[in-house]
């Protein structure tokens, strides 16, 4: 009896600290390689956010989203929703958008977790074939 006890104690254990993708970012660009800011994703009504809660480049913590469309137009960067509606399916996160403030364009979103302290997060038109990856690391 105490070994089942013990066995099913160390499963819960375990699931209590099972990877997950919520938490805070370090976003890396996938051009120049330099840590950009920080990205908190977070679960809202049954679905995935990413808001941006750090920018590192001080020239750039209070520009706004000029080339953005709709609600994001003219907002300030620094505490937008780049990421929004993502379901989870499986290991993979998608259905939902991601933007690119530098220039106000929307993307489909796929998000992929490698290991507990990697995020790969995938931007693309049409298929994921066609689009750009960012690896982003655990704080």
């Given amino acids: 009896m105490k070994l089942i006890l013990s066995i099913v104690f160390l499963l819960l254990f375990q ?42 480049e001080a020239d750039k913590k209070h520009i706004k989203c000029e080339k953005c469309d709709g609600d994001e137009k003219n907002k300030s960067v620094l505490g937008m929703n780049i990421i929004k509606g993502l379901t989870k399916d499986g290991s993979v996160y998608s259905g939902g958008k991601v933007l690119d ?8 979103c796929k998000i992929t977790l490698e290991g507990k302290d990697k995020l790969i997060v995938r ?17």
Avoid: A, C, N
């Fill in 123 to 139: 931007g693309y038109i049409g298929i994921s074939l066609f689009g750009r990856s960012q690896t982003w690391i655990r704080i």
């Fill in 101 to 108: 403030p530098k220039i106000g364009k929307w993307y489909h």
């Fill in 15 to 56: 699931l209590s600290f099972s990877q997950t993708i919520f938490g805070k970012w370090k976003t890396i660009d996938d051009i120049t390689g330099k840590e950009k800011g920080v990205i908190e994703i977070f679960e809202h009504k049954g679905k995935i956010y990413g808001k941006i809660i750090e920018i590192f």
